[in-house]
């Protein structure tokens, strides 16, 4: 009878060991990548660069920085607001605005976006990228993930929501434009949280708890 009052006792620091060992593992929170919403078209925000080949003009050629206020700066024109525009539109408005100095102006526009992967990667950093890159790919101009990385829950943060993506899965069967960039991503690649720390803590709670058991049981 006492034997047995005391295995009931001695589940009470077991029970205890496997809430702390849940609290320990537990995951972060963010939006399932099942729910994010891929864009068709590349929008263009400040830091990313823009590429012009104006034929003909290879003065006016060349990269532009998109500044803090949306615009790209250019001879004859100055300051032309681009932020929230496509690729396409971008020409659509410079070949509107130079055809006041030039007859049939023909330009090539490119974007290049800015987007920014920190945390347990080997070269950590602000990219510009063409847009046609995926999550995937950036990480691989990024020199690929180190040693200690937590495959299972990196971060994309896009709009102000943050995105769970689990790196395995991903590479097996995640729709590829679930994972296209857009200027402004941020990938962040977090650390095997307390690895070390977490198997040492879960060694000690457990011979702690087997001792209080032992000592219950005798």
């Known amino acids: 009878m006492g034997r047995s ?10 029970a205890l060991a496997t809430l702390v060992l849940a609290g320990c593992g537990g995951s972060r929170a963010g ?44 001879p004859l024109l100055r300051g032309v607001e681009v932020s929230g525009l496509s690729a396409e539109q971008i020409r659509e ?36 990228v063409d847009p046609a890159l995926n999550l995937l790919d950036l990480l691989g101009e990024a020199g690929g993930l180190s040693n200690d990385a937590d495959r299972d829950e990196i971060e994309l943060n896009r709009g102000g929501q943050r995105y769970i993506v689990d790196l395995d899965a991903a590479l097996l069967g995640t729709e590829p434009e679930k994972l296209r960039l857009q200027s402004g991503d941020w990938i962040y690649v977090p650390r095997r949280f307390w690895t070390l720390q977490r198997t040492a803590t879960y060694a000690t709670i457990t011979v702690l708890a087997l001792q209080v058991i032992d000592l219950l049981v005798d």
Do not use: K, M
């Not at 006792?9 to 077991?14: E, Q, T």
């Not at 400040?46 to 615009?71: C, K, M, T």
């Not at 410079?94 to 990667?121: A, F, K």
């Open 93 to 128: 408005r410079l070949t509107g605005l130079y055809r006041e100095y030039y007859t049939d102006p023909l330009i090539v526009v490119n974007v290049r976006l800015g987007v920014s992967v920190t945390g347990s990667v080997r070269t950590p950093g602000r990219y510009t």
């Open 5 to 14: 009052g005391a295995c009931g006792a001695g589940a009470l620091p077991v």
């Open 31 to 74: 939006v399932p990548l099942e729910q994010l919403q891929s864009g068709a078209v590349t929008i263009v925000r400040a830091g990313d660069v823009i590429e012009i080949e104006f034929w003909g003009q290879p003065e006016l050629s060349g990269e532009r920085i998109v500044d803090d206020d949306g615009r790209i700066h250019l």
